[in-house]
């Protein structure tokens, strides 16, 4: 049986050089000393620790000589970890920092499309963190492997179970300035580190250690690098420990395939103070405990206070403990297999080997989906444009619905010709009572013809009985809940409505999104193949998701009001 795994995790030291022999430095580090003695004492030795980034301020790497050395040393001695069993990865201030044509190259590096296959880019963004890795080399005196600003640190316990800790450089492209959605994990790394594993070794729990959340890369890394993360052929990872925003959240992912726990943390100081004094408030660290026969681990959050010493930190989560302490499970046991599940659906639908197999993939291909969106949503928020091209709410609005309606067709419907899908999104106008359409997109408007009205009085359609029942509606299932007629002779079609906080009014829903096929130039096979995508997708709550979008859309572009003060229709014909 395996004893549990602690860990200290510490993260943004931001330890710049001025504030080396400040007063309120030193309490600070000295009150965490004897925070970490506390919780040493709560739980027993640590056995690890993992330091996620960002160990110096503003490129000053002078501090990793003598003074880092010493203050993690002293970190290690207070909590019983041994110098082989740390963790290091670096952050985007343990770069060099360097001026004129050296950053002009870098952004030349990031700007070049082939720069996660191409090795010499690679290696010159590596050598800005030559500091950090001598640093490394020289702490561990060599015991662990660290030559690099990546790769792979196995540790094993006295009871011979081995947790292996996979450290990305997250910073490899990191320019000082508009990094968010723009870094590099590059595949030259993830492809050397997975030549770094060792498969004899089946470690209980794999760890992804790194300084920069998921986000911060550009779509396509992120993509490439959940792909490495998830697959049990690569890395296989349950636990990403992160810093870099200077908080302590604690995330689950979780689905059918893959149960993935993120945890971050950061002892940094505020940005908001960070010229004048340190900000007590924001120094954070955490002691997590992994038990896997247990499957559980238990997480204890620490904060500093006013006068500079440390407790439990309630401030970021409503359900957490007065303590500090959440539990959460390692892996989340679904109870049922997808062929025990019992649907709902209608005794047309024929619950085949195929539609179970469908059923799994739609699961994680609808996190995808929701989690794709919000991004796009934070992306178009942010858009401010150019004083004589000002994005206006408007653009914003329009953006974010042809993103809706392009990323449902790409993600569940890849493979379908545009000619034969539209995808639609109306919005309820009151001067008419009426959802009219405000974003649709088709590939043949010949043969479509335009987007019926739907009058909400006339409660004659699948809008007014998808709101009435809370669930999504597929036509040829609910053939007593489809009345309306148009000429433009679709085949299928799917309709949910949702609605939105600010538009809680007269029981009538905000905006309705729907799908619909013509099946006249496809295949007998590639028809069943789209109605279990259908099926599925009116079982699974894609209406709940949707909802989260719109309300996630709602806040960030202000929704509220806009819809109200238009009445014409905006298509756009792809």
Sequence with gaps: MSRALKILHLSDLHIPKEFINDRDFKT????????????????????????????????????????????????????GIPKENVVFVPGNHDAKRPEGMVYEEIQKVRENCEVTNNKDDVGYMCKRFQPFVDFCMQFSESTIECDKSYGITDISLDDNEVYRFIRINSALATYDKNDYNNLFVT???????????????????????MHHPMDWFTY?????????IADETKFNVDIILNGHIHNGQVSLKSDLDTNIITLVSGVGYSRIKRKTSIYPDSYRYAVYCVEPDENKLIGALRISNQKKGFGPDT????????????????????????????????TKVIVSDELLKTLDSV?????????????????????????????????????????????????FFPDVS????????????????????????????????????????????LIYYSYIEKRTLLASINPDKTFHTTDSRWDEFLSLAVTYDGYKKNEIPAMSFGISFDWDNMEADEILQIMNILYCLSYV??????????????????????????????IIQI
């Design 28 to 79: 600070v580090k000295v009150n965490l000393l004897k925070d970490i003695e506390q919780q040493k004492k709560k739980y027993g030795k640590m056995d690890v620790a993992v330091f996620t980034g960002d160990f110096v301020d503003k490129g000053n790497v002078e501090l990793f000589k003598e003074d880092m050395y010493t203050f993690i040393s002293e970190v290690l001695d207070t909590a």
């Design 363 to 411: 699961i994680v291909q609808l996190w995808k989906f929701e989690q794709q969106i919000k991004k796009d949503i934070d992306n178009i928020a942010r858009k401010k444009g150019k004083k004589e091209q000002k994005v206006t709410q408007e653009d914003k609005i329009n953006v974010f619905l042809f993103n809706l309606c392009c990323a449902f067709r790409t993600v």
């Design 418 to 461: 545009s000619r034969d899908v539209r995808v639609h999104v109306r919005h309820y106008i009151p001067s008419i009572d009426t959802h009219r359409v405000v974003m649709s997109l088709y590939g043949d408007k010949t043969k479509s013809g335009p987007v019926t009205d739907m009058k909400w009085g006339d409660k004659n359609n």
């Design 315 to 346: 401030t970021l989560y409503k359900k957490i403990n007065n303590d500090g302490v959440l539990t959460i499970p390692l892996k989340v046991d679904y109870g049922l297999s997808t062929r025990q599940l019992s649907i709902p659906m209608s």
């Design 187 to 209: 595949k030259v790394q993830l492809d050397d580190i997975l030549r770094q594993m060792d498969d004899r070794i089946k470690p209980r729990i794999t760890f992804l250690v």
């Design 541 to 570: 709550g894609l209406e709940h998701v949707m909802e989260n979008v719109i309300e996630y859309a709602s806040n960030k572009l202000k929704f509220k009001d806009y819809f109200n003060k238009i009445g014409a229709s905006c």
């Design 220 to 228: 396509e890394e992120r993509v490439l690098l959940e792909e490495y």
